[in-house]
């Protein structure tokens, strides 16, 4: 994706650009806003301006995708990226095919390739653990209404004194989203 005609940096208002199609909610104040909390830091240019190059924006698609698609919060998601989970590529890549195996023979050959060590599992992104308290405030709930949600099956006790929310598409009507829950018969 070429970045500019005339340097190879995007401005933030060409980031908006870039990516509001994708992340229709996404604004200016969002990016400063994510740049204070410490997940992305654009260079600046010696007058102040951000310099984004094309890994800050895999880096802001990656985070802005964790926060829609996943629901994390931006404390777990801001944990991924110090342990080098969120490198905006690692996630969202897909997994390299294996190399072929030193010694392996065509198909006529009799010597079979050894089997490589398998790939660490990727991380669980379904399922979201956070303290009781840490869920109420993050997703700006009620007890009751946690407790309801707990009733139906949606979240539920994790290891120690965590909850374990299992996010849906669904729940948008829950937060005041556009999406709506799907139909049953009646």
Same mark, same amino acid.
């Given at each position: 994706?070429?970045?500019?005609?005339?340097?190879?940096?995007? @401005?933030?208002?060409?980031?908006?650009?870039?990516?509001?199609?994708?992340?229709?909610?996404?604004?200016?104040?969002?990016?400063?806003? *994510?740049? @204070?909390?410490?997940?992305?830091?654009?260079?600046?240019?010696?007058?102040?301006?951000?310099?984004?190059?094309?890994?800050?924006?895999?880096?802001?698609? #990656?985070? $802005?995708?964790?926060?829609?698609?996943?629901?994390?919060?931006?404390?777990?998601?801001?944990?991924?990226?110090?342990?080098?989970?969120?490198?905006?590529?690692?996630?969202? /890549?897909?997994?390299?095919?294996?190399?072929? /195996?030193?010694?392996?023979?065509? /198909?006529?050959?009799?010597?079979?390739?050894?089997?490589?060590? /398998?790939?660490?599992?990727?991380?669980? $992104?379904?399922?979201?653990?956070?303290?009781?308290?840490? *869920?109420?405030?993050?997703?700006?709930?009620?007890?009751?209404?946690?407790?309801?949600?707990?009733?139906?099956?949606?979240?539920?006790? !994790?290891?120690?004194?965590?909850?374990?929310?299992?996010?849906?598409? #669904?729940? !948008?009507?829950?937060?005041?989203?556009?999406?709506?829950?799907?139909?049953?018969?009646?």
């Amino acid at each position: 994706m070429p970045l500019s005609r005339s340097r190879d940096y995007l @401005s933030i208002g060409e980031v908006l650009e870039t990516l509001q199609e994708e992340f229709p909610d996404v604004t200016i104040s969002k990016i400063r806003f *994510l740049e @204070s909390e410490g997940l992305i830091e654009p260079k600046r240019t010696p007058s102040g301006y951000r310099m984004f190059f094309d890994k800050d924006l895999k880096r802001l698609h #990656w985070i $802005l995708t964790m926060q829609r698609d996943h629901f994390l919060p931006l404390k777990v998601i801001k944990e991924r990226i110090e342990s080098g989970a969120g490198n905006g590529e690692a996630l969202l /890549a897909p997994a390299a095919p294996p190399a072929p /195996a030193k010694g392996a023979k065509g /198909a006529k050959g009799a010597k079979a390739a050894p089997v490589a060590a /398998a790939a660490p599992p990727p991380p669980d $992104l379904t399922t979201v653990q956070l303290s009781r308290p840490e *869920l109420l405030k993050s997703a700006g709930l009620t007890e009751r209404e946690l407790a309801s949600l707990e009733e139906y099956g949606i979240v539920g006790p !994790g290891e120690g004194a965590t909850t374990t929310a299992r996010p849906s598409r #669904w729940l !948008g009507p829950l937060n005041g989203s556009s999406t709506t829950a799907p139909k049953r018969d009646t």
